[in-house]
Antibody
Framework: EVQLVESGGGLVQPGGSLRLSCAASGFTFSTSWMHWVRQAPGKGLVWISRVNGDGGTTNYADSVQGRFTISRDNAKNTLYLQMNSLRPEDTAMYYC??????????WGQGTLVTVSS | EIVLTQSPGTLSLSPGERASLSCRASQSVSSTYLAWYQQKPGQAPRLLIYGASSRATGIPDRFSGSGSGTDFTLTISRLEPEDFAVYYCQQFGSSPLWTFGQGTKVEI
């Protein structure tokens, strides 16, 4: 069974940093493209970032380019999202998802990030 | 950037009825790159349809997807109580890589 479990969310002040983790199991993590998608409270889904299987290729939405960094540790089957210079508009539930056929086939339960003073 | 517009915003139906949800793209989208998700309150999205018309693993056959170019449809042939949720379409593009529609809420 595929499992994705996010952690690392919490309350942070504007300008602060957080690192999210996503522990994966039940599939071959090292060959899977992985994405982060976020959802502000009461709002829709927004794609944030993607990384390929070996971590050598990454992509970002314009809204987080230069502030967020996606990475992975295939030995630990874990995906990361380092978030710096956080803004109130970054407040959202953050989901990791495994990509198959150009869509998110499996999703974690999400971790909530709140940016507020 | 391709914009996906879903309609209607809210669909009020009863169990047993047929639901048709529309997703219109601002530019032509390859069918290969069009997906649909279901999201219930407090839960993560669940993939229903990929490649515009292929059902994901474990998805009941009352869910079907169709369309091409700029117009795509998700149809639920007979609504079950557990189908009342928000539905999103999504396309794979260049920048941003994934774009989602704003969602259609199917309510009783």
């Amino acid at each position: 069974e595929v499992q994705l479990v996010e952690s690392g969310g919490g309350l942070v002040q504007p300008g602060g940093s957080l690192r999210l983790s996503c522990a994966a199991s039940g599939f071959t993590f090292s060959t899977s493209w992985m994405h982060w998608v976020r959802q502000a409270p009461g709002k829709g889904l927004v794609w944030i970032s993607r990384v390929n299987g070996d971590g050598g290729t990454t992509n970002y939405a314009d809204s987080v380019q230069g502030r967020f960094t996606i990475s992975r540790d295939n030995a630990k089957n874990t995906l990361y999202l380092q978030m710096n210079s956080l803004r109130p508009e970054d407040t959202a539930m953050y989901y990791c998802t495994r990509a198959l056929s150009y869509s998110g086939s499996d999703w974690g339960q999400g971790t909530l990030v709140t940016v507020s003073s | 950037e391709i914009v996906l517009t879903q309609s209607p915003g809210t669909l009020s139906l009863s169990p047993g009825e047929r639901a048709s949800l529309s997703c219109r793209a601002s530019q032509s989208v390859s069918s290969t790159y069009l997906a649909w998700y279901q999201q219930k309150p407090g839960q993560a999205p669940r993939l229903l349809i990929y490649g515009a018309s292929s059902r994901a693993t474990g998805i009941p056959d009352r869910f079907s997807g169709s369309g091409s170019g700029t117009d795509f449809t998700l149809t639920i042939s007979r609504l079950e109580p557990e189908d009342f949720a928000v539905y999103y379409c999504q396309q794979f593009g260049s920048s941003p890589l994934w774009t989602f529609g704003q969602g259609t809420k199917v309510e009783i």
